[in-house]
């Protein structure tokens, strides 16, 4: 079992950037892949950014590649997400989640634990 919290949301202006945690529980979180998910109001949860249980592996939506780095620190039991030159429709709740098996990957039916959410509003 591993449950995640999530920091670091908030306000900024379009073009700022924010760096969001995702601080888990138990002593099995370097098993996990991990990723991150958003959801704006009124639209489906959609996949942001994934990271193997290693840190060797990373994957990331179009929409915000060369932007947002996801990275790891199996020491501190902590996943993050660096997001740059943030626009308006980054705005979102962001989630992170735990994958216990197989590859890092964007389906979010594939993760078994899921954080709380941290809201991040861009504004324009």
């Known amino acids: 079992q591993v449950q995640l919290v999530e920091s670091g949301g908030g306000l900024v202006q379009a073009g700022g950037s924010l760096r969001l945690s995702c601080a888990a529980s138990?002593?099995?979180?370097?098993?996990?892949?991990m990723g991150w998910f958003r959801q704006a109001p009124g639209k489906e949860r959609d996949f942001v950014a994934a990271?193997?249980?290693?840190?060797?592996?990373?994957y990331y939506a179009d929409s915000v590649k060369g932007r947002f780095t996801i990275s790891r620190d199996n020491t501190k039991n902590t996943v993050y997400l660096q997001m740059n030159s943030l626009k308006p429709e980054d705005t979102a709740v962001y989630y992170c989640?735990?994958?216990?098996?197989?590859?890092?990957?964007?389906?979010?039916?594939?993760?078994?634990?899921w954080g709380q959410g941290t809201q991040v509003t861009v504004s324009s």
């Open positions: 138990g002593r099995t979180f370097s098993r996990y892949n």
């Open positions: 989640a735990a994958d216990r098996w197989g590859s890092i990957n964007s389906d979010y039916a594939a993760y078994d634990y």
């Open positions: 990271i193997s249980w290693s840190g060797g592996s990373t």
